[in-house]
């Protein structure tokens, strides 16, 4: 089992960044994709972001392409997302999840972390 906890949510005006880290312990996630969803009040939650095992494949959702960044450092056990220019849409709480593979490809997960706010204003 692998345990996440997220941190570097908070409160940026539009067009502002912010950059989300994801710290992993118990299990090693080095061979494992990784990946970041967001949950919006009354929303789905949906995939952001995901990362392969070794950071050379990565996927973004439409609407954070060319904003987000996802990258990941296996020795450190993190993984981080990097959003710019942030839209008030963006609001939502952001989680970090372990991947059931190595690969992004229908990336689904089992491992959750409990979450961080991130809220833009307009």
């Known amino acids: 089992q692998v345990q996440l906890v997220e941190s570097g949510g908070g409160l940026v005006q539009a067009g502002g960044s912010l950059s989300l880290s994801c710290a992993a312990s118990?299990?090693?996630?080095?061979?494992?994709?990784m990946g970041w969803f967001r949950q919006a009040p009354g929303n789905e939650r949906e995939l952001v972001a995901a990362?392969?095992?070794?950071?050379?494949?990565?996927y973004y959702a439409d609407s954070v392409k060319g904003r987000f960044t996802i990258s990941r450092d296996n020795a450190k056990k993190m993984v981080y997302l990097q959003m710019n220019s942030l839209k008030p849409e963006d609001t939502a709480v952001y989680y970090c999840?372990?991947?059931?593979?190595?690969?992004?490809?229908?990336?689904?997960?089992?491992?959750w972390g409990r979450g961080t706010q991130v809220t833009v204003s307009s």
């Open positions: 999840a372990a991947g059931r593979q190595a690969t992004i490809q229908n990336f689904a997960s089992d491992s």
């Open positions: 118990g299990r090693t996630i080095s061979f494992i994709a």
């Open positions: 990362i392969s095992w070794s950071g050379g494949t990565s």
